[in-house]
């Protein structure tokens, strides 16, 4: 699965854009207000007109790793 990692453009649409997301898909949430999100689900978050910015785009399993490699040097 291609995941993409956004970031939407002002405050107001960061609220109004997670709760559309998060009644839909499971959302990752990161640092600086910043989502991981499934790739397909930009249809959607167009669909609402909701402005956003791609910050990067990946696979699933490198997402998996960043979020478990950070979780452990925590540790």
Do not use: H, Q, W
Request: negative net charge.
């Amino acid at each position: 699965m291609k995941m993409v990692r956004i970031k939407f453009k002002s405050t107001e649409n960061d609220a109004i854009g997670f709760l559309e997301l998060s009644k839909r898909i499971r959302v990752v949430c990161l640092p600086e207000d910043t989502y991981e999100i499934p790739f397909s689900a930009l249809e959607m978050i167009d669909s609402l007109n909701i402005p956003y910015t791609v910050i990067e785009t990946e696979g699933f399993d490198n997402v998996i790793r960043k979020i478990r490699d950070t979780a452990s040097a925590k540790i």
